[in-house]
């Protein structure tokens, strides 16, 4: 079986590279995924392996997209680090934009309970999910669910007060 694995790394790893590419538009992320497709081949011993390697590259494709989108919404929404006092890139409109969007995140920030302020503003600080369970008192295992809605509740909360704010432009 393991010739077979080996057959099939050297014969299909370009073609998953390639294909993990056009879905990813990342290079470096691509050959990660394609690592991550074969590792999990050799774990899973397919019985029609060219098959399930593409399908599994499919759905890691799938997810680096979707955590992708969500990691952009996540932290943009989560950049509280100030402008340079020097910005000659940027725009009065585009500092006023930027000003604005913080005192959003600010405000929705305070709409969470201490416990999903706490984690998402520690994971943000770039702690890890043992460093976190330590600091919060929560399992190791529950750092990561509660990650997740802490932040679908912060985007949900963003989300309505930013209608909320356009409604009342508009009116």
Request: hydrophobic share 45%.
């Amino acid at each position: 079986m393991t010739d077979e694995l080996e057959r099939l790394y050297k014969t299909t790893y370009t073609a998953v590279v390639r294909f993990l590419y056009r879905k990813v538009w990342d290079a470096d992320r691509a050959e990660d995924l394609a690592q991550e497709v074969f590792i999990r081949a050799m774990a899973h011993r397919p019985e029609k392996p060219r098959a399930w390697v593409f399908a599994v590259a499919a759905n890691l494709a799938r997810d680096e997209a979707r955590a992708a989108v969500r990691r952009k919404k996540h932290l943009t929404l989560l950049t509280n680090d100030p402008l340079p006092m020097s910005t000659p890139d940027l725009s009065a409109d585009e500092v006023m934009e930027y000003d604005e969007r913080k005192a959003g995140v600010t405000e929705a920030l305070e709409t969470l309970s201490a416990r999903d302020r706490e984690v998402l503003l520690l994971w943000d600080a770039g702690m890890s999910y043992p460093e976190i369970a330590e600091q919060t008192g929560l399992a190791v295992g529950a750092i990561g669910t509660t990650l997740a809605r802490a932040r679908k509740r912060l985007l949900d909360a963003y989300d309505r007060m930013d209608a909320g704010k356009r409604r009342a432009a508009h009116s």
